[in-house]
T-cell receptor, first 111, second 114 residues
Framework: LAKTTQPISMDSYEGQEVNITCSHN???????ITWYQQFPSQGPRFIIQ???TKVTNEVASLFIPADRKSSTLSLPRVSLSDTAVYYC????????????FGTGTRLTVIP | NAGVTQTPKFRILKIGQSMTLQCAQD?????MYWYRQDPGMGLKLIYY???????DKGEVPNGYNVSRSTTEDFPLRLELAAPSQTSVYFC?????????????FGPGTRLTVL
C-alpha cells in the first residue's frame, strides 16, 4: 500500500486558489490517486480521482506529474465553506482493507 | 436514495456497558466498512465486510464485533465499553473493493464512554 504524505494544515483567504500537494513515492502502476473532503462533524466524501496528467470537475482540479510520485489538489477561489480536512489516498482495484486515511490536510479559509 | 444511514447520532455509555451502532445502506453495495476517528486524527478501519455473511478484521478490531446478515445492514457491537473507545464512528459502503472505488460515508455516531 502506497503511503502518502500531506501538509498537516493550511490557511487561505477567501477568493484565493489553494493547492494541496500529496507525496506518494511508492505508488504502484495500478494505483489511482483519490481525494476526499471531510467537513466538521460529517463523514468524508469523494471529490476527485485521477491516474495521470490532469482531471477537473465542478469542485476541484487534480494535477499529476508524469512520474506520479506526487499530486496536487487545486481548489479555485475558495470560500468559507471549503474549510475542511482533505485526504489523499492511493490505491487500485483490490484490497478492501487497505485504504489509508492519514491525518489529512486541514484547510482553514479566512474571511 | 438515503445513502448510508447511522443511528444513533450521539451516545454516552458508562464503562462496562455494551451497545450496538446501526448502519444501513440502500445502494445495494457489497462492501461495507466501520471506521473510528479520534480527535484530530485520520480514520482507522475497525471491521469490513465483502458481502452478506462475510466479515473480516481491520486495523483496530479489539473490543468490537460485527455481523452482516443482509446486504443492507452492518451493525457494530461494542462489548464492555472502555474510555479508549470514545470516538466518532463512521460506517461506509462501496460497490467494489480498492481505493479506486468511491466509498460513501454515513454521518457518524459520536460515542463517549465515561
Amino acid at each position: 500500500l502506497a503511503k502518502t504524505t500531506q501538509p498537516i494544515s493550511m490557511d487561505s483567504y477567501e477568493g484565493q486558489e489553494v493547492n494541496i500537494t500529496c507525496s506518494h513515492n511508492n505508488i504502484a502502476t495500478n494505483d489511482y490517486i483519490t481525494w476526499y473532503q471531510q467537513f466538521p462533524s460529517q463523514g468524508p466524501r469523494f471529490i476527485i480521482q485521477g491516474y495521470k496528467t490532469k482531471v477537473t470537475n465542478e469542485v476541484a482540479s487534480l494535477f499529476i506529474p508524469a512520474d506520479r510520485k506526487s499530486s496536487t489538489l487545486s481548489l479555485p477561489r475558495v470560500s468559507l465553506s471549503d474549510t475542511a480536512v482533505y485526504y489523499c489516498l492511493v490505491g487500485g482495484l483490490t484490497g478492501a482493507n487497505n485504504l489509508f486515511f492519514g491525518t489529512g490536510t486541514r484547510l482553514t479559509v479566512i474571511p | 436514495n438515503a445513502g448510508v444511514t447511522q443511528t444513533p447520532k450521539f451516545r454516552i455509555l458508562k464503562i462496562g456497558q455494551s451497545m450496538t451502532l446501526q448502519c444501513a445502506q440502500d445502494m445495494n453495495h457489497n462492501y461495507m466498512y466501520w471506521y473510528r476517528q479520534d480527535p484530530g486524527m485520520g480514520l482507522k478501519l475497525i471491521y469490513y465486510s465483502v458481502g452478506a455473511g462475510i466479515t473480516d478484521k481491520g486495523e483496530v478490531p479489539n473490543g468490537y464485533n460485527v455481523s452482516r446478515s443482509t446486504t443492507e445492514d452492518f451493525p457494530l457491537r461494542l462489548e464492555l465499553a472502555a474510555p479508549s473507545q470514545t470516538s466518532v464512528y463512521f460506517c461506509a459502503s462501496s460497490y467494489a473493493e480498492g481505493a479506486y472505488n468511491e466509498q460513501f460515508f454515513g454521518p457518524g455516531t459520536r460515542l463517549t464512554v465515561l
